[in-house]
T-cell receptor, first 119, second 114 residues
């Protein structure tokens, strides 16, 4: 079974509209972290936002927020007031493990959502 | 500026040849990682290292080798045993320890077979 599922291969959105990118995850660990990354066509991976499994508040970073629903195992990314520069691939990722003392294992990525913002 | 430098940006390999991808970071991060990305796919973990002189296999380590002789450097060798090496390779680093931290990525190396 996939550990990270992103069900939207591609999305077209009008500029200035809000966007929700879906992400569901599968883990039996109590402690884990969820990350969103943006990958423009140039290829670099840009970190956007992080949510820890014990965080009670939803994470926010500027125009990005993470809608964390632990019981449903979902961690959707919300982009408010979309801009043309938001056009890119977006990846949801998870790091499992217990912390404190959790080490630095690698991330498990979903297959991504290709977001295109239209003027 | 602090960051992660990958070189070369593009690399071509002949059949049966080993090639080494460079990754250097000046962020003073303890942990370093190598990922592979195929077209239209997410990233898959090849190897990671939490401290100098120690590294662990990721999900797709077969046909690859790494070393971690210095904190700043984590080179990846794609050996001739890797039968389908054409891909985009990304190196990342993060602060180690118990508090989860985001991984910061380099700009990647695109490897192609001649």
């Amino acid at each position: 079974a996939q550990k990270i599922t992103q069900t939207q291969p591609g999305m077209f959105v009008q500029e200035k509209e809000a966007v929700t990118l879906d992400c569901t995850y599968d883990t039996s660990d109590q402690s884990y972290g969820l990350f969103w990354y943006k990958q423009p066509s140039s290829g670099e991976m840009i970190f956007l936002i992080y949510q820890g499994s014990y965080d009670e508040q939803n994470a926010t970073e500027g125009r990005y927020s993470l809608n964390f629903q632990k019981a449903r195992k979902s961690a959707n990314l919300v982009i408010s007031a979309s801009q043309l520069g938001d056009s890119a691939m977006y990846f949801c990722a998870m790091r499992e493990g217990s912390w404190p003392g959790g080490g630095a294992d690698g991330l498990t990525f979903g297959k991504g959502t290709h977001l295109i913002i239209q003027p | 500026d602090g960051g992660i430098t990958q070189s070369p940006k593009y690399l071509f390999r002949k059949e049966g040849q080993n090639v080494t991808l460079s990754c250097e970071q000046n962020l003073n991060h303890d942990a370093m990682y190598w990922y592979r990305q195929d077209p239209g796919q997410g990233l898959r973990l090849i190897y990671y290292s939490q401290i100098v002189n120690d590294f662990q296999k990721g999900d797709i380590a077969e046909g690859y080798s790494v070393s971690r002789e210095k904190k700043e450097s984590f080179p990846l060798t794609v050996t001739s045993a890797q039968k389908n090496p054409t891909a985009f390779y990304l190196c990342a680093s993060s602060i180690g320890g118990s508090v989860p931290q985001p991984q910061h990525f380099g700009d990647g190396t695109r490897l192609s077979i001649l």
